[in-house]
């Protein structure tokens, strides 16, 4: 079985190795090729031209049945179809696994998520650990190793700019993206991305329950997915419930294996509903949102005048842990139980249904928002 190495020459999150986006997608398409657990699909193209591709890993009995758990989940998506049945859901929920979806570097300078999801491509396709075996067995993990794609690739020719140039002045990344830059994760109501205007698009189609949207900011590794109340009102108490349960199992679990300096507390609210894991609450799945240290090869600045960057992680150790995660938080992650997931899946879109029908019969919102914004219903 191929290693990234293959294609990278090293191993995934060496320092100063950042590949394009042709080349983590030639190692997709590798993996694909030689392990009957990988499946990739090619979605639609960007505003210049490049694929955007997501990949699919599970064990070989749930990748040979993707199309037939796909219509067990969309049951589960639209409870109407079958009655709003909860018996039929409860039996669909005990058969049927869950999808969970990883997404790396919408933002392009964040370079560090496609070769950690290659990594965790590949550990979830040959491992054969207990650890690994339980999650293909009972989850269908989706990965776009790449939402910016035309940023990525501008960003890799930036970076090997600078290495062939060491000592020059090293220029800003004006675009992170065809013409857009840090705000491309901001345009979940405009839908004017190609890269964000496909993602409900894949989300809804593959009918994933989990959106993990990965990230570099400040230190540690933060999982925003808890965040700070008070949630969005319109938002479902069930969603926000899970996103307490799998923030939480994430930070405790990453605890757990040594990783210290996972925290989940931070300045982060729902009631932005422009994000990609707004997308995601919308279509009631849960999303989580992490947000690892710098990466390997994250272009940091110096202070002073230079404007020099440096490629490193601030400090060894985390360089180490960053690059031993290996999307190991979005590993641990897979665990989370099935089939109370899909239960929640299916209830949530129960009451989202239900909601519907009561307020078009009664012409009033029944929804719990608060006073204030029952209001401007
Ligand atoms: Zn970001």
């Not at 990965?143 to 220029?171: C, K, N, Q």
């Not at 965040?227 to 938002?235: Q, V």
Request: proline fraction near 6%; charge should be positive.
């Amino acid at each position: 079985m191929p290693t990234p190495k293959v294609v990278l020459g090293d191993i995934a999150g060496a320092r100063n190795n950042l590949p394009y986006s042709k080349e983590v997608y030639a190692y997709m398409r590798l993996l694909e090729k030689s392990s009957p657990r990988v499946k990739v699909f090619l979605h639609r193209t960007t505003e210049e031209g490049r694929e955007m591709i997501a990949v699919a890993v599970a064990s070989e009995e749930l990748i040979a049945k993707l199309d037939e758990n796909k219509a067990k989940l969309a049951k589960l998506a639209d409870p109407r179809s079958i009655g709003m049945n909860d018996a039929e859901a409860a039996r669909i929920a005990a058969d049927a696994v869950p999808v969970y979806y990883i997404t790396g570097t919408i933002h392009s300078t964040e370079s560090g998520a496609p070769t950690a999801l290659m990594e965790l491509a590949y550990r979830l396709a040959v491992d054969e650990s207990p650890y690994v075996r339980h999650i293909r067995d009972n989850l269908i993990t989706l990965i776009t190793p790449i939402v910016e794609v035309d940023g990525r690739d501008r960003m890799v020719d930036l970076f090997r700019w600078h290495m062939a140039h060491p000592s020059e002045t090293y220029p800003n990344l004006l675009y992170w993206g065809h013409y857009v830059a840090h705000d491309n994760n901001r345009d979940a109501m405009g839908l004017t991305l190609k890269l964000v205007a496909e993602r409900p698009h894949q989300y809804i189609d593959q009918k994933a329950q989990v959106l993990h949207d990965l990230h570099e900011s400040g230190q540690y590794l933060y999982d925003n997915t808890v965040g700070d109340g008070p949630y969005n009102a319109w938002l479902d108490p069930l969603l926000t419930n899970e996103w307490q349960m799998i923030g939480w199992q994430n930070v405790q679990e990453m605890t757990r294996m040594g990783m210290p300096g996972v925290y989940a507390h931070g300045q982060f609210d729902t009631w932005s509903p422009g994000y990609l894991m707004f997308m995601a609450a919308r279509t009631t799945a849960s999303a989580a949102c992490t947000r690892p240290s710098a990466m390997v090869a994250r272009p940091r600045r110096s202070s002073g005048l230079s404007r020099r960057p440096t490629y490193s992680a601030p400090g060894g150790d985390r360089t180490r842990r960053c690059r031993a995660c290996s999307g190991r938080c979005a590993q641990q992650q897979l665990r989370a139980d099935g089939p109370a997931r899909l239960a929640h899946y299916f209830a949530s879109n129960r009451r989202q249904f239900s909601r519907t029908s009561t307020r078009r019969a009664s012409g009033r919102c029944s929804s719990r928002a608060p006073k204030a914004r029952r209001r401007t219903c």
